[in-house]
Every structure is written in C-alpha cells, then in structure tokens.
C-alpha cells in the first residue's frame, strides 16, 4: 500500500473498533406514558459531521444533515424499544459510527379502567349505577383523571366527566347491550377503554290483570260515563293494555303505556252497550285477560195511567182498571196509583207490560188519578186523569 494511506486506514480502524466511545444516546430508561422524551445523540468530536440519524429496534426513525435531537411528544407503549444513533461525515474519506443501543422502556400511566355495574341482570324499572375504575400511580396521584360511559358504541350521559360514576335512574329492557368505559388525563392525554361489559335487562311478566269498573260493579246509568280500568299486579316497561266484547270480538281501544293500570271511557253508555267485556294486558310474555259484566240500567220514562172502564159512562159499581205503564225503563219498577195526592196502592213489576189497580166505583171516585213509576233511578209522574162517575 502506498505510505500515503496508511495513516487514514489506522484512524479508520482506530474508529470502527471504538466506535461506541465516539458517540452516545443521551435517553432515559424508563418514563411513563405520556411523557414526552428527548433522544439526544452526542458525539465527541462534531467536526466535518454530514448526517445524524436516530433508528428504533434496527429501522430509521429521522436523518438529519445537522446536529439534532429526537422527541416523543407523548410516550405510548409501542415507543418503550432499543434505540441507537448513528453519525456520519467526511474526514479525508467518509466514515460512520453509531452509539451503543439505549433500551427505552415506557410504562403505564394507569391500568385500562374496569367497568363494574351494581348489577349485571337489573329488573326493568330499577336504577342501575356503573363504576369505572382505574388507579393512578402514588407519584401522580394528583393527576385528574377523567371518564366516559358508551353503550353499543354511543356515549351515555354528559360525556366526559370527573365522576367515575354513571347512575341510570330507571333501566329498561332496551337499555341491555354491551356496556364499556374510557379513562383519560387531560394533560398528558392517555386513553383507556375498558373491557365490554354484557348488561341484561330482565323483564317481568305480567299477572294478575283485573278489570274494575267506574261506577263499581258494572252498574252503569243510561247515558253516563263509564270508566274500564285495567290493571295488573306486577309487570315492567311498556304494558299493551286493550279492551275487547266479547260477543263482538271488536276491540273498543288500546293503550301502551310504562304503568301497571290504564283506563278506557266510554262518554255516554246506550242501553246496546251492555255485555261482557275483557281487557287484556300483555307486555310481550303470554298476555292475561279479565273479564267484567256490563248492565245498563235505564231510567224510567215518564208513565201513561189508563182507566179502563167496562161502559162508557162509568156508573157507581162499576170496577175500573187503572193502569199504569212505562215506554222505557229498567226493572223491578215500582208503580203507585194516586187519587189526587192519596196513594191508592202500589204495585212492582219485575218485567214489563206496566202494572194494574182495580177500584170499586162509588160517588166518591170522581177524581183527579195519577201514576207515579219509579225504579230507583228516577221516579216520574204520569198526567193526570179525570174520572167522572155517573
Ligand atoms: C295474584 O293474585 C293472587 C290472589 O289474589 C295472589 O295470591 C298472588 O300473590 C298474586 N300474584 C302476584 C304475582 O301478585
Ligand atoms: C291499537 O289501536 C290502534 C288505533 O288506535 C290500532 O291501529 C292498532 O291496531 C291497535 N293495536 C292493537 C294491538 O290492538
Ligand atoms: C314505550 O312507549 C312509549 C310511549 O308510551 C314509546 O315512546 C316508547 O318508544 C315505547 N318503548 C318501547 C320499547 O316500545
Ligand atoms: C257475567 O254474567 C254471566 C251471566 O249473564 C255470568 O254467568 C258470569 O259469571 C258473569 N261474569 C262475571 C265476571 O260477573
Ligand atoms: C206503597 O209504598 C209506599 C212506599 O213504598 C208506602 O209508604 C205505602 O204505605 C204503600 N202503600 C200501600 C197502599 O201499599
Ligand atoms: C182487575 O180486574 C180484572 C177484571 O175486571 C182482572 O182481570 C184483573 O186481574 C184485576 N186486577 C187486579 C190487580 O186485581
Ligand atoms: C182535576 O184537576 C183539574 C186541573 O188540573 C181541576 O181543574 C179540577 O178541578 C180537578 N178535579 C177535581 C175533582 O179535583
């Protein structure tokens, strides 16, 4: 080899045997997530340096043709690897060393939080509070943390919250679904989801239906209201409640409603109402039924009172037949036979076709006679009539 090259060549071995020596990877070994890390390569001797270049686990992570450093802004886990800087430059001829691998390892700011519900299989209705939980480690215990409920993929509640609490006043069948929380700190942001949490909610059937009335038993006046209330004894979310005849098989109306009684009104009853009816309640277990009579009780009609004598005119002797009848009205009907404001008799008549008074003829029955009919729910008056006895 020509003299000339000699000297170069020993600095070159004198380079590539102690390389390390040259240059070092100023890092930290440990530092939690989030924090932001500064890689700094520093060589010995900076003269005649052309690039710097920083590389993770054996790839390249920035080159540089001037002295620099290499940050993280914020560690994640996938960051925590073996790290070197490498530097090359021209001196007489190019040359290149590299620093010693730094092991970089970043741990965790805080474990994935935990979800935990008050009860994994609530019964509709009731309040259900989730929990999300994780721990800061001692030295930053100050650091605020902050959590976030999702359920099926849409955030519950207000959003992010200081509460690593979610109270659900009332839950219901629709609710159940796979249930996860977030985690974060704000200032440095790391985020972390919990494992998904299966919530079902359980629903109770319907029992015990029953079917009142108002006014109570069924009873129920020509023209007024009536009031079918339905309600069962137990049962969650939405109850269908409907109500049927049960000679007609025609459904009078529905309601879907989150309470255990609904209720139908019928404004003015006519006498063709009266029947059996049902209600039915279902909330989407085997429905349950009830059933109810309905009477519709008529009030009387205003009585027509005929005298019926044998000859025209009626003579002293004679017997004539007052009687007394109404068009309408719902039975037992009791009729009373006045002669002006004295009560002749009284007659009931538990089916129709109206009611008789028989009388004796004397002088005495020249009079005023009129009936009254009445059966409890009204009592009405006949017009009067005149009987002139010869
Ligand atoms: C239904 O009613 C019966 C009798 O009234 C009662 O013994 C039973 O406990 C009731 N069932 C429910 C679920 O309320
Ligand atoms: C409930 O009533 C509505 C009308 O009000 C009717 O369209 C529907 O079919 C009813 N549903 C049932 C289950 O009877
Ligand atoms: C329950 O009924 C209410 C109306 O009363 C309705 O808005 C709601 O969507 C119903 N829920 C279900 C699950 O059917
Ligand atoms: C309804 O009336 C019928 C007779 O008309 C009777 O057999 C039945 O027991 C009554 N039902 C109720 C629930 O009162
Ligand atoms: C008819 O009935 C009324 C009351 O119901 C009673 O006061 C009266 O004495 C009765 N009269 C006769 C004649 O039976
Ligand atoms: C009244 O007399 C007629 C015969 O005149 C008789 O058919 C009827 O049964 C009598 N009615 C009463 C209530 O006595
Ligand atoms: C019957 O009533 C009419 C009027 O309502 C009256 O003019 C007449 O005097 C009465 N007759 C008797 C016998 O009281």
Redesign the pocket.
Known sequence: LPLALLGPLTLFTRLRGNEHNWVTLLAPSSVLEGDSVVLKCQAKWTGGIKTMSYHKDGRQLLSSNKVSTFSIQSAAFNDSGQYHCAISGKLLWNWETTSKAVKLKVQELFPPPVLTASSSQPTEGTPVTLTCETWLPPEKSGTELQFCFFREGQGLGPGWSKSPELHIPTIWSQDSGSYWCEAQTVTPRVKKQSLKSQIHVQRVPVANVSLETQPPGGQVIEGEKLVLLCSVSEGTGNITFSWHRETTETSLGNKTQRSLSAELEILAVKDSDAGKYYCRADNGYQPVLSEVNITVRIPVSRPALTIRVSGAPAMVGD?V?LHCEVQRGTHPILYQFYQKDVILGNSSASFGGGA???LSLTSEHSENYSCEADNGLRAQRSEVVTLNVT
């Open positions: 017997v037949e008789s008074f028989n």
